[in-house]
């Protein structure tokens, strides 16, 4: 295994709903080839361990005893400042990614002060909607034409990516401050949408289209912790407020 680099602990690989535990086991294995220790399964049961252990081989095999596991997405990201999704796949609702070496020069400023995720979907189809929602940025490989990787090749070609911008670009790179967590920036969004809920401004044919562009623009504006406490305080105002006038 290279040698390992501090700024390596503050990244995570972020397995969502993976169909075969035999690819877990070999994501650990790129990921402990490439100095990363952290890796995450989001899923509705745990994964046979043994199935897993066989793909990561002993020199991985840790990383699968270590490996994090929560059945739900949101609360598997809340320790996280910046949740990178990866994806193929295009569509009218999908913002462009960018190659992951062009994701590494955005997030290399970050990576001394914030917890970074790298979100890889199921083998079959990918990172949902849903799931690319707590998003900030998307990261998709450019192939020269049939784009079918599979989950194993994803994560091997992030993780190079990853060890590469760490151990040889992040010395001329000027750190910037902490971010607020998916943690402070989820319970946020839970107050805006009530906010909107509340004064009609959310409609079914249109709810999923307004919160996907209100992400978007917050996601680009890079809040911190202080600044996700102000809008939620606003927002919780905002509702104690429209609820007493409701009242009387």
Request: without cysteine; charged residues 25%.
């Given at each position: 295994m290279p040698e390992n680099h501090p700024l390596l602990n503050n990244i995570a690989i972020v397995l969502v709903n993976p169909k075969y535990p035999e690819n877990i086991g070999s994501a650990a294995r790129a990921a402990w080839n490439m100095g990363l220790t952290r890796l995450i399964v989001v899923a509705n049961e745990y994964p046979d361990h043994e199935r897993m252990v066989k793909l990561a081989t002993?020199?991985?095999?840790?990383?699968?005893?270590?490996?994090?596991?929560?059945?739900?997405?949101?609360?598997?990201?809340?320790?996280f400042s910046q949740i990178i999704g990866t994806t193929a796949r295009k569509g009218r609702h999908r913002t462009e990614g960018n190659s992951p070496r062009e994701i590494m020069k955005n997030i290399m400023p970050m990576l001394a002060e914030n917890q970074i995720a790298f979100l890889f979907g199921a083998e079959d189809r990918g990172l949902t909607n849903d799931d690319l929602k707590y998003c900030q940025l998307r990261s998709a490989i450019p192939t020269a034409d049939f784009s079918s990787l599979n989950l194993a090749q994803a994560v091997a070609i992030h993780c190079y990516e990853i060890f590469h911008a760490v151990v040889h670009e992040q010395k001329d790179v000027t750190p910037n401050p902490k971010l607020a967590s998916s943690y402070e920036v989820e319970h946020m969004y839970d107050y805006l949408e009530s906010s909107l809920q509340q004064i009609d401004f959310l409609h079914e044919k249109t709810h999923n289209y307004y919160m996907r562009n209100i992400r978007q623009f917050f996601g680009r504006i890079q809040l911190r912790s202080k600044e996700t406490r102000l809008l939620q305080n606003i927002f919780r105002q905002f509702l104690s407020h429209n609820s007493t006038a409701k009242n009387k």
């Open positions: 002993h020199n991985a095999a840790h990383l699968i005893d270590a490996m994090e596991f929560h059945e739900n997405l949101r609360d598997a990201l809340e320790p």
